[in-house]
T-cell receptor, first 112, second 116 residues
Framework: DQQVKQNSPSLSVQEGRISILNCDYTNSMFDYFLWYKKYPAEGPTFLISISSIKDKNEDGRFTVFLNKSAKHLSLHIVPSQPGDSAVYFC???????????FGTGTRLTIIP | NAGVMQNPRHLVRRRGQEARLRCSPMKGHSHVYWYRQLPEEGLKFMVY????????ESGMPKERFSAEFPKEGPSILRIQQVVRGDSAAYFC??????????????FGDGTRLSIL
């Protein structure tokens, strides 16, 4: 039972344009969402998070949007840079239960 | 990812041997989590520990796997009598004490376990 889904295994975006990565979840108990970035042979690096009391959180070039009614969140990266090429994982948890449930990841490739 | 230290980075074992994976959390962090990643999959939660306590082991296989986080020293994930299906990347994460919400977990670079 995949409670967190990233339906796009890969995405290619021109340098300087906006990258939009999507994530859907099925468990309505989730109230904290995170995005991680992962390079090969390294561990995931925390990017940005959002709690269910918000619908948007911004940090520099990264913005996460949460649509609770649709159980959908997205990560916007603008402008996209070559160093953004990596696998991006969406993760979720619920208050009082600290384990993270991860999606399967989206491989983002930024084309120079 | 230098804050969370995992060793070894690569571990090769033959079927039936034991594997021990170590994790030192970031300074000031008292919560440790272990995750496993199979090829082309996302990370799967295994266990959550605090010092000398297992808080949640709902993701741990019932047999052969155990974890500890002693008062002194690193957290250890132990796999006894390894089988080929145990081949995976094992990641450790840590977070500071306090309520879980709003505290992102920070990950180490993982241990790649290969079973011959």
């Amino acid at each position: 039972d995949q409670q967190v889904k990233q339906n796009s295994p890969s995405l290619s975006v021109q340098e300087g344009r906006i990258s939009i990565l999507n994530c859907d979840y099925t468990n309505s108990m989730f109230d904290y969402f995170l995005w991680y970035k992962k390079y090969p042979a390294e561990g995931p690096t925390f990017l940005i998070s959002i709690s269910s009391i918000k619908d948007k959180n911004e940090d520099g070039r990264f913005t996460v949007f949460l649509n609770k009614s649709a159980k959908h969140l997205s990560l916007h990266i603008v402008p996209s840079q070559p160093g953004d090429s990596a696998v991006y994982f969406c993760a979720a948890s619920n208050f009082g239960n600290e384990k993270l449930t991860f999606g399967t990841g989206t491989r983002l490739t930024i084309i120079p | 990812n230098a804050g969370v230290m995992q060793n070894p980075r690569h571990l090769v074992r033959r079927r039936g041997q034991e594997a021990r994976l170590r994790c030192s959390p970031m300074k000031g962090h008292s919560h440790v989590y272990w995750y496993r990643q199979l090829p082309e999959e996302g990370l799967k939660f295994m266990v959550y520990l605090q010092k000398e306590n297992i808080i949640d082991e709902s993701g741990m296989p019932k047999e052969r796997f155990s974890a500890e986080f002693p008062k002194e020293g690193p957290s250890i994930l132990r796999i006894q009598q390894v089988v080929r299906g145990d081949s995976a990347a094992y990641f450790c994460a840590s977070s500071p004490p306090g309520q879980g919400i709003g505290q992102p977990q920070h990950f180490g670079d993982g241990t790649r376990l290969s079973i011959l």
